[in-house]
């Protein structure tokens, strides 16, 4: 069966400090990968997408970018924090060569709070 | 972007009663999904229904697609303390959007025992 994975689970940062939060996917191959940032008591914003290994789409530009260095493993990054990061960052897959936006699988999530 | 809207934002019930969410969007849509979100974690698929369908059934879950309203609904009947939760309904709207969904704002299920 297919897991999806996010670390950490919370993270707390100082403005200006850079950002790493990784996501790993098991059990399938060639997925669709997605990052979302949701707002307290909000809806997801989609912030990246990626069908293949170096192929991101950028939804919103921001402080942030995304990177896929391996085909089941998505890096979401900044350089330099803002307050206006802190969020709740979502990971999550949908099976590849859907074109019709099938099902997505969704990580647990990383709860990230800039100071 | 165009985001979905969800009403109401918030709806408090008590157990064994129904529970009805509604979801309005602006495109055309391949399909409609809904999910659910416990307080703090990731979300959960519940149920999709594509654009040439009408009504489709999951257990305690109903979802009504109106395309010519561009509205869909979410019924849980019986709700159960456990059913508290946000749900909120997601959209493919086809074309260049190759894969991605946009996300409504979201409704907040309290469910009193």
């Known amino acids: 069966s297919q897991t999806i994975h996010q670390w950490p689970a919370t993270l707390v940062q100082p403005v200006g400090s850079p950002l790493s939060l990784e996501c790993t996917v098991e059990?399938?191959?060639?997925?669709?990968l997605y990052w979302y940032r949701q707002a307290a008591g909000r809806g997801l914003q989609l912030l990246f997408y990626?069908?293949?290994?170096?192929?991101i789409s950028s939804e919103v530009p921001q402080n942030l970018s995304a990177s896929r260095p391996q085909d089941r493993q998505f890096i979401l990054s900044s350089k330099k924090l803002l307050l206006s990061d802190s969020g709740f960052y979502l990971c999550?897959?949908?099976?590849?060569?859907?074109?019709?936006?099938?099902?997505?699988?969704f990580g647990p999530g990383t709860r990230l709070l800039v100071l | 972007s165009q985001q979905g809207e969800e009403d109401p934002q918030a709806l408090s019930i008590q157990e064994g009663e129904n529970a009805t969410m509604n979801c309005s969007y602006k495109?055309?849509?391949?399909?409609l999904q809904w999910y659910r979100q416990n307080s703090g974690r990731g979300l959960v698929h519940l149920i999709l229904?594509?654009?040439?369908?009408r009504e489709k059934h999951s257990g305690r879950l109903r979802v009504t697609l109106d395309t010519s309203k561009k509205s869909s609904s979410l019924l849980i009947t019986a709700s159960r303390a456990a059913d508290t939760a946000s749900y909120f309904c997601?959209?493919?709207?086809?074309?260049?959007?190759?894969?991605?969904?946009?996300f409504g704002q979201g409704t907040i299920l309290t469910v009193h025992p």
């Open positions: 229904i594509r654009s040439n369908e």
């Open positions: 999550a897959w949908s099976a590849p060569g859907q074109g019709g936006g099938e099902t997505q699988y």
């Open positions: 059990g399938t191959s060639n997925p669709n």
């Open positions: 495109t055309s849509i391949n399909n």
């Open positions: 997601a959209y493919n709207a086809g074309g260049t959007s190759y894969g991605k969904l946009t």
């Open positions: 990626s069908v293949g290994i170096g192929q």
